[in-house]
């Protein structure tokens, strides 16, 4: 993927910068909080290279990317300032006004999307020691297995500090502030305060609980400081609001929070967790089947982040997930069914779209390439995984089957589920989640596409690639009557970004214009073509362009033409739109699959389809 392409397509898709109030990412979409809807060129969007499917759900504008999306929002931090915003940078007049869910949905988004990773990678760390200490490979009274322990515990025993950082950027708060109190909530001898007896701070009795990997406590302690910062920063004079104001939230809200906020959070926390536990004991089979059946539906509207606090919570009171267990069914059945997609499909491009997404779903729990490139247009495959998730949830569930760490559902994270519950059950809920969404994609099948152009059927028929950068748009959107009415031809114009033109297939120069605004090329088939680089340009006499070839020479696919100066031809007053025509409409009489959206050179622009086959068909 070209992320700098991507970035740049797809920044200019949702109405450009001016019209983006935030811009935060997860592990696999960027999410856009938009001011007006309307000026979204949805069809461009999809069409952006390296797009995967875009969904609105949440109050935001999903644009699906997969595992590169970190890469393709770098870029956009490069060509705009919307990586600098906070992601509830959202009023009345910034787009229309989310509900309670969806700001909720958003908030715990853009706090926990940064840490995903890290979680992710220092409990799969955990769950290989777990089973490394269960099979009897690593013997936990070792200093190997303190150290390596150490390295996978850390980073979830401090987590109040890593949210003190993300929720301070949501809340656009003091983000250094926020990591004194966090740290104040992790400091030696106030954890060791958990669990003793008559403490109290200036007489008031303090029931201490323990805030290691605790979520909530700083989440609502960083928001309050966000408003405390803004109060004090009016009040206090200039020279010492500084110094003064971090002094006072510190030593008011810390207490605050041993007081009240702490025993509160811990409450509902445990309540939590109680509940879920509850769910998971008393009936473990429907809370196992309602996880692994509709987990991947919560991917889709964006909701499946509203779980990642519930898991932590369980993993601060009990030590266990049971939530994480049959999630890992939902996504292995996804994965399964786009497998059986690939085996039965005969469409090679479904093919090639369903290999890589069978391989991000198994190994890495990325799912989003399979469900919305493959099972979700089929429907019949996202069907045929919902129940797989269905069923090998229920029964891993129904083994008593929970996670001993936060990872990711994926092959890689099964070590996570080793240690609680039926390995037995969970082996047969895995394998039943696997064979009946890929046995029933093989076997009952789905609707396979039909590629949108036949092969050719006299060898006559040719693909022109796209000899420009840029933005493919209609002929008829051409400001120019004689190219937008088609009286010299058939094809599709193009906005270049870059000044360079290039062969569109193997061709004969049958002209070229000594004032390089055009280039007239022939195929060895016959078809004829014009490739005009913008509008009345003839009448800069050759200025601004360099001409790379001559009337006679045989060029390539993908040679250089002709080179030009995209910004002095605007300046100087001319439309650089440039169409790309067929010119004997007699032997090609019509196109098909025409690009539309970005393009760069050497993609596939349209298909001149030849008058022997239009005959046959």
Not at 71 to 80: L, R, T, Y
Not at 194 to 199: K, R
Not at 268 to 281: H, P, Q
Not at 398 to 414: C, D, E, R, T, Y
Request: charged fraction near 10%; charge should be neutral; include cysteine.
């Amino acid at each position: 993927m070209d992320y700098s392409k991507t970035a740049a397509a797809v920044l200019k898709g949702v109405g450009g910068e001016q019209n983006v109030s935030s811009l935060v990412h997860c592990a696999t979409r960027l999410r856009f909080v938009i001011k007006d809807d309307s000026k979204i060129d949805k069809a461009a969007v999809k069409a952006s290279p390296g797009v995967i499917a875009t969904a609105e759900a949440g109050g935001q504008y999903q644009v699906v990317i997969g595992n590169e999306v970190p890469e393709v929002f770098a870029e956009i931090a490069k060509i705009s300032k919307l990586a600098g915003l906070s992601a509830n940078e959202t009023s009345a007049s910034h787009g229309p006004k989310r509900n309670l869910l969806n700001r909720f949905i958003a908030m715990i988004s853009a706090i926990f999307t940064p840490l995903v990773w890290a979680l992710a990678g220092t409990g799969l760390l955990k769950a290989f020691l777990a089973a490394a200490v269960t099979f009897g490979w690593l013997d936990n009274t070792t200093t190997t297995y303190v150290i390596l322990n150490a390295l996978s515990d850390a980073f979830i025993n401090f987590l109040p500090l890593a949210l003190a950082i993300t929720a301070a950027k949501y809340f656009k708060a003091e983000q250094f502030t926020s990591l004194a109190i966090a740290g104040a909530f992790v400091y030696p001898s106030i954890v060791a305060l958990n669990g003793v007896p008559d403490i109290t701070f200036f007489g008031i009795p303090v029931t201490m609980v323990s805030y290691v990997s605790s979520v909530i406590p700083i989440i609502v302690i960083v928001w309050l400081q966000s408003h405390a910062e803004r109060f004090l920063y009016t009040k206090l004079p200039a020279a010492i609001r500084r110094f003064v104001t971090p002094m006072l939230l510190v030593a008011i809200l810390v207490p605050l929070t041993f007081l009240a906020i702490g025993p509160l959070s811990n409450l509902i926390s445990g309540g939590l967790a109680g509940g879920i536990g509850w769910i998971f004991t008393v009936l473990p089979w429907l809370g196992g089947a309602i996880m692994g059946g509709l987990w991947q539906v919560f991917v889709i509207f964006g909701l499946h982040w509203g779980f990642v606090p519930l898991m932590t919570a369980e993993l601060q009171s009990t030590g266990l997930t049971y939530l994480l267990a049959p999630l890992f069914a939902a996504v292995l059945a996804q994965a399964a069914a786009v497998t059986g997609v690939w085996v039965r499909t005969k469409d090679a491009n479904l093919r090639s779209l369903a290999a890589p997404a069978a391989l991000s779903g198994f190994l890495a729990g990325v799912t989003e390439p399979a469900i919305y490139g493959v099972n979700l247009p089929l429907k019949r495959p996202f069907l045929y995984g919902i129940i797989g998730g269905v069923i090998g949830g229920g029964m891993i569930s129904a083994g008593g089957v929970a996670g001993n760490a936060f990872v990711l559902p994926s092959a890689l994270g099964l070590p996570a589920l080793f240690s609680e519950g039926s390995v037995v059950m969970l082996v047969l809920g895995l394998a039943v989640a696997v064979l009946v969404p890929f046995l029933l994609t093989v076997i009952v099948g789905f609707t396979d596409p039909v590629a949108e152009t036949a092969a050719p059927v006299d060898g006559t028929d040719l693909v022109v690639l796209s000899p420009l950068d840029g933005t493919a748009v209609p002929l008829t959107e051409v400001p120019d009557a004689v190219f937008a009415g088609g009286a010299l031809g058939k094809g599709v114009a193009i906005i270049p970004r870059v000044g360079a033109l290039y062969a569109p297939f193997d061709a004969l120069v049958v002209a070229a214009f000594p004032t390089g605004h055009a280039i007239g090329l022939q195929h060895a088939d016959g078809a004829e073509a014009l490739i005009h680089i913008g509008l009345d340009t003839v009448k800069l006499g050759g200025k601004h362009f360099s001409l790379k070839v001559e009337k006679g020479q045989q060029v390539r696919a993908g040679d250089l033409l002709v080179e030009f100066d995209i910004a002095a031809i605007t300046a100087a007053g001319y439309d650089v739109t440039t169409p790309v025509i067929i010119t004997n409409p007699k032997k090609y009489p019509t196109i098909g699959s025409p690009a539309s959206g970005p393009v760069a050179h050497g993609d596939a622009l349209f298909l001149a389809i030849a008058e022997a086959e239009l005959a046959i068909a």
